[in-house]
């Protein structure tokens, strides 16, 4: 979980300096499922006796989604205006 989840934080960062716009949403969706990864890893670990889980980091992970979800929607509907 903790490779998952630090790399949306690595290719979000990454795409701050892309060398296109292509560039950028490629990056954005790597997020994207790092970020759907990281959700997986969290579902073992609220269904599973054996492992700790936080509600919080959960809450983190939904409202981190909404923010690169919504950054993929834009960047892909204004794709012929950039």
């Known amino acids: 979980m903790l490779r998952s989840a630090t790399s949306i934080g690595a290719n979000s960062f990454e795409a701050q300096n892309p ?10 969706k790597i997020a994207a499922k790092e ?8 579902y073992l670990c ?4 054996n492992y700790p889980f936080d509600e919080k980091l959960e809450s983190q992970i939904n409202e981190i ?3 690169l979800y919504k950054i ?9 205006s950039l």
């Open 19 to 28: 060398a296109s716009k292509k560039d950028f949403i490629n990056k954005i």
């Open 46 to 49: 609220k269904n599973s006796d």
């Open 65 to 67: 989604a909404k923010i």
């Open 72 to 80: 993929l929607s834009t960047s892909l509907s204004n794709r012929d």
């Open 35 to 42: 970020l759907e990864e990281t959700k997986y890893w969290l």
